[in-house]
T-cell receptor, first 116, second 116 residues
Framework: EAQVTQNPRYLITVTGKKLTVTCSQN?????MSWYRQDPGLGLRQIYY???????DKGDVPEGYKVSRKEKRNFPLILESPSPNQTSLYFC???????????????FGEGSRLTVL | AQSVTQLDSQVPVFEEAPVELRCNYS??????LFWYVQYPNQGLQLLLKYLSGSTLVKGINGFEAEFNKSQTSFHLRKPSVHISDTAEYFCAVRRRSGGGADGLTFGKGTHLIIQP
C-alpha cells in the first residue's frame, strides 16, 4: 500500500531535549516536505527536499533541521525544542513538479508534539 | 510567490442544505489547485484537484469545484451536505513550473459545521 509513515504519532517532551520525528514513503517520490499545523494558521511549510541531499527552507524553518540521505526518508530534527514548537506536524511527499509530477501531495497521519 | 485566501474560517450549514466554501489565490505563475479535507483527528485527504481542461472538477463524496481564472478563485461546492461532512477544508495551490519552492501553499482552512 502506498503510504507516508510518520513516527511517533504522539510525543510529549520537555524544553531542550532533542527529538527526531521520522518520515518514510514507499512511492519513490523525489519531493518530500514537512508542515506544521496550528489553529487559525493553517499549514505552514517548515522544510522541503527536492531529492536526495537537496533540502531547503520553507516558511517557518527556525528551530528545525532536516536531512535527506535516502530517497525514502526525511526526518525532522528539533535540536532544542521549545514550547512554541508544540504543534501538529505533517510529512508529505510527491513526484516533483519539475520532473513532470502533477502536483498532488500525499500526507502522513500527523505527529502531535507537546513541548513542556 | 503564491498566496491562498479562504474567506470564511467557519461555515455552519444545516444538514441536506447546499454549501459553498470560498477560495481565492494569488500567483505570478501558473498553478495547480487543490482542495484537501481533514476529518477530526486525522491527516489530510485529497478531495479534488484542477490540473487543466474543464474548469468544473468533481471530487470524492459529492464535492465539486470550479476554477475561475479571471477571478482567481476555486470555490468548493456540495449540493446537499451530511453530518459526516463536518471537517476542516483546505484550499491549496502549487506552481506548475520548476524553479524555486516546489510545495503546496495552503489557505488557513474553513471549518464546515453541519447542524442537524
Amino acid at each position: 500500500e502506498a503510504q507516508v509513515t510518520q513516527n511517533p504519532r504522539y510525543l510529549i517532551t520537555v524544553t531542550g531535549k532533542k527529538l527526531t520525528v521520522t518520515c518514510s514513503q514507499n512511492m519513490n517520490h523525489e519531493y518530500m516536505s514537512w508542515y506544521r499545523q496550528d489553529p487559525g494558521l493553517g499549514l505552514r511549510q517548515i522544510y522541503y527536499s527536492m531529492n536526495v541531499e537537496v533540502t531547503d527552507k520553507g516558511d517557518v524553518p527556525e528551530g528545525y533541521k532536516v536531512s535527506r540521505k535516502e530517497k525514502r526518508n526525511f526526518p525532522l530534527i528539533l535540536e532544542s525544542p521549545s514550547p512554541n514548537q508544540t504543534s501538529l506536524y505533517f510529512c508529505a511527499s510527491s513526484l516533483s513538479v519539475q520532473t513532470g509530477g502533477l502536483g498532488e501531495l500525499f500526507f502522513g497521519e500527523g505527529s502531535r508534539l507537546t513541548v513542556l | 510567490a503564491q498566496s491562498v485566501t479562504q474567506l470564511d474560517s467557519q461555515v455552519p450549514v444545516f444538514e441536506e442544505a447546499p454549501v459553498e466554501l470560498r477560495c481565492n489565490y494569488s500567483s505570478s505563475v501558473s498553478v495547480y489547485l487543490f482542495w484537501y479535507v481533514q476529518y477530526p483527528n486525522q491527516g489530510l485527504q485529497l478531495l479534488l484537484k484542477y490540473l487543466s481542461g474543464s474548469t468544473l472538477v468533481k471530487g470524492i463524496n459529492g464535492f465539486e469545484a470550479e476554477f475561475n481564472k479571471s477571478q482567481t478563485s476555486f470555490h468548493l461546492r456540495k449540493p446537499s451536505v451530511h453530518i459526516s461532512d463536518t471537517a476542516e477544508y483546505f484550499c491549496a495551490v502549487r506552481r506548475r513550473s520548476g524553479g524555486g519552492a516546489d510545495g503546496l501553499t495552503f489557505g488557513k482552512g474553513t471549518h464546515l459545521i453541519i447542524q442537524p
